[in-house]
Nanobody
Framework: QVQLVESGGGLVQAGGSLRLSCAASGRTAGISAMGWYRQAPGKQRVLVATITTGGNTDYGDSVKGRFTISTDNGKNTVFLQMNSLKPDDTAVYYC????????WGQGTQVTVSS
């Protein structure tokens, strides 16, 4: 089992920044990638950004150039630096980890006011 705990969500004005953190614990040796996904009310959960253990990153089109995913090397923590936030970024942000199965965190709310 892998446990994921997110932190760092909150309320911010448009144009502001937030940094999300996700700490993985448990059977983390099998994790091959971690990432962030978001789900707005009434919409499907979508990719925000992922990073592999090799450092390869991928971003959703709507966040490219504004968000940056990174890891705390060797400490099973992944970060999402979110800059130039827009009201459309409002969603519950979920941390995910790919191992033998896919694990989800409990989610953290990000609200961007206009």
């Amino acid at each position: 089992q892998v446990q994921l705990v997110e932190s760092g969500g909150g309320l911010v004005q448009a144009g502001g920044s937030l940094r999300l953190s996700c700490a993985a614990s448990g059977r983390t040796a099998g994790i091959s990638a971690m990432g962030w996904y978001r789900q707005a009310p009434g919409k499907q959960r979508v990719l925000v950004a992922t990073i592999t253990t090799g450092g390869n990153t991928d971003y959703g089109d709507s966040v490219k150039g504004r968000f940056t995913i990174s890891t705390d090397n060797g400490k099973n923590t992944v970060f999402l630096q979110m800059n130039s936030l827009k009201p459309d970024d409002t969603a519950v942000y979920y941390c995910g980890a790919r191992s033998t199965i896919f694990y989800w965190g409990q989610g953290t709310q990000v609200t961007v006011s206009s």
